[in-house]
Each structure stands twice: as C-alpha cells, then as structure tokens.
C-alpha cells in the first residue's frame, strides 16, 4: 500500500492500473481507498481484531464513487472508536445511517437554510432547484454527471440555454455544498455552460415621445390621487440606472444632499458590493420634492403604506405604461435607457461601467453602437 495524505482531489484523480492498488490514509489509521483494475474505487478500513484473536482484516466501508473522503474518515473513526472503547469487531457493526444514501427533495431541504441566509438569492435558488421535479426522489448518488447532462439535452429545445444553464449552475452549487459538508453520496460534478446563442439581449429605451408621454401620464396619476411614490422612483431609475431591488431597499439615511450622492449598501446590490452613485439635478429634484410630500416616513424612500419595504412596482407602473401607449417595456428598461442616454451622449464606455456597476466591460458593450464615439468614427479620424 502507499501512505498518503488524502485529500479529495488525489482520490478523484486516481486512475485504474494493470493491477489494483491501493491508497492508505495517513490522517485516519487503517482506512485505505482500494483502485481495482476496472476502475472501481472502495472505501476499506484495515484493523486488528479484538484480543485474544489479533487477527488482520479489512471492512469494506462504501463505494468511493458516492461517498467522499470526509464521510469515509467519519465512519472509519467511528468503527475504530467502537473498536478501541467496546471491544467491538467492525465486521459486527454497520451503520446504516451513514451508508443510506439522501434523496434530491432532502438534500435540497437541508440546503435551503445555508444558501437562504449565505446568498441574496437564496430563495430564487431553491425555486430553480424544486424544478426539477422528476429528480425529486431519487437518490442524490444517483444524479450524476451523466444524468444531468441527459436532462440537458431533452429539454434543449423547450426551454432557453440560458434558463439550462441557470438550473444547471443550482444544481452544481447544491451538490458542491453536499460534498463539503460529507453527505452521503453527494460528490460534486461540472457541466460545461451551453452558448446561449437562443437568448437575445434587448436593449430597449425610450424615445423623446415616449419619454414626454410616460412623464404626462405619471403628473395625470399625481393629480388624480395626489402624490405617489411611482413619479420620484421612475425618475431616479431613468437618471441612475439602479436596479429595481436596489431602488426599493433604499433608505433616506442613504441619500446624502448635501455631496448629491446615493450610497448604494452591499445588502441591496446584486454586486453584494457597496457603490456611490452620483445624482444628477433632476433625481435630486424629485427626491427632495418626495420628501417634502411626506414620501418615505417609514425608513425606506419608497415604502408601502405601513411602512414596510415595497415589494414590487409591476402592476402599478404597467398601468401607466399602457395609458401612455408604450409597449414592450418594463422597469429593467428605465436602466437601459439611463446607459443609452450616456452612450448616445459620448459618455465613455468605462465610465458608464462604473455607474451601471457592472462586473465587465463586456456588459457595457451592447451599449457601444450608441456611442457618438463608434468604431467608424474613429477610422474616420485618419483619414486624408
């Protein structure tokens, strides 16, 4: 045998050869990962019997392929304890608790306190994953590489690569966080993302008479039920592009006056990073103007009527959209039109990066054909 330290990656990367061998942990006494010559990799602990005996035998544990070094360490100190304390011989003992393997719906329920309370999206997560409704009772050993990858190609053609992809990247997350926490049978695996040539990036923003009727319609809303919060938040997001999250988990003590400035906390970005967003004349306007009504008293800038954070803008803003006559677009398109206008303005492109926040310049890009500053424009510049 070879005596090593294990780690998972050594055990992975184990590869069958003309003769079995094995790899014996150094950490944990007597526990070894047996390659046969066929591929299969098994967990044995090796260990003497009880006295008077003294004999040398090997417990078979489980099956490397679904359980991970760190399972396989916690049942073989396990054997030795009962062992070494009890006088009890391992071939005498199973524990079925350990090799009984979780199906998807348990895995998933275990893991939705860890990523509900360590990811923004936590909640959006565990939806991708309940989604994968055919998988639901099956044992999560059982969903592997193979499988998913199955999966994959039977609903390319109903559902968008991106939407895959998304589901795909839950469940990889999911079963990675199995694998850390030793659960049974759970191993992590990688698929390769699909190009998600079906997904269209629409850049939508409005037009001068679009912009002029969408404003007339929200004063006509102001004047038939008096002041409201959907004409300071329609024209803060036109002229800072922040996300609809964003806006709706802002706080006055975020909005700073006197520098003309909006603290953008970790918490409510999808960065999860803090930013500075400056504000131009007309998103100080409106925000002062909101105040002055009485906007925001519970804390946050655009609550609900008691208070509480809003939690959506949809029905409200879709009605003044239809009144106004404009179509195909939503509230995510106010922070198109805040990068069109920069683009069409001149503003460079890493500059409008920092403001739209994004993690690449190459989400700033679909921008780039906006630009007074395009590409012809520059080989126009030398020419004769």
């Known amino acids: 045998m070879t005596l090593v330290y294990l780690t998972q990656a050594i055990c992975n990367a184990a590869v069958p050869r003309e003769r079995r061998y094995d790899l014996r ?15 299969r990799k098994t967990w044995y602990l090796c260990y003497r019997t009880p006295s008077p005996e003294r004999r040398l035998r090997n417990k078979k544990i489980a099956s490397a392929l679904y359980t991970q070094l760190a399972v396989a360490r916690r049942m073989a100190r396990e054997y030795l304890a009962r062992l070494y304390l009890e006088r009890i011989d391992p071939a005498e003992v199973s524990l079925p608790a350990e090799r009984k393997a979780v199906s998807l719906r348990a895995l998933i329920d275990m893991y939705e306190p860890w990523v509900c309370s360590h990811q923004k999206s936590g909640s959006v997560t565990i939806r991708a994953l309940r989604l994968f ?52 049978g759970v191993s992590a695996f990688r698929l390769p993302k699909l190009a998600q040539t079906d997904s269209k990036v629409v850049t939508r923003f409005l037009s001068d008479d679009e912009r002029a009727r969408l404003m007339s319609e929200l004063a006509a809303r102001e004047g038939r039920s008096g002041p409201d919060y959907l004409m300071p938040a329609v024209v803060l997001s036109l002229n800072t592009g922040i996300r609809k999250g964003t806006l709706l988990g802002l706080r006055w003590e975020d909005v700073d006056f006197a ?3 909006l603290r953008l906390r970790a918490e409510i970005m999808k960065s999860g990073r803090d930013a500075v967003m400056p504000l131009n ?30 939690r959506d803008t949809a029905h409200a803003f879709k009605r003044v959209l239809d009144k106004a006559g404009i179509k195909n677009f939503t509230w995510h398109c106010l922070r198109h039109d805040f990068a069109s206008q920069l683009a069409m303005k001149g503003v460079p492109m890493h500059i409008i990066q920092k403001l739209m926040c994004h993690g690449s310049m190459a989400m700033t890009q679909r921008y780039a054909h906006l630009s007074p500053n395009s590409l012809e424009e520059a080989v126009r510049r030398i020419a004769p």
């Open 281 to 310: 004349g007309a998103a100080l306007s409106a925000l002062s103007a909101w105040r002055e009504k009485g906007g925001g008293r519970g804390g946050f800038v655009f609550p609900m009527d008691d208070g509480s954070r809003r």
């Open 133 to 184: 409704d055919k998988f639901m009772d099956m044992p999560a050993c059982a969903l592997d590489r193979d499988t998913v990858e199955r999966w994959r190609s039977e609903n390319a053609g109903r559902l968008k690569r991106a939407t895959i992809n998304r589901r795909v990247a839950a469940l990889q997350a999911l079963f990675a966080w199995g694998a850390k926490e030793g659960i049974p």
């Open 259 to 261: 520098s003309r400035t």
């Open 25 to 39: 942990d150094s950490l944990v006494r007597g526990l070894f990962m047996r390659v046969e010559v066929s591929g």
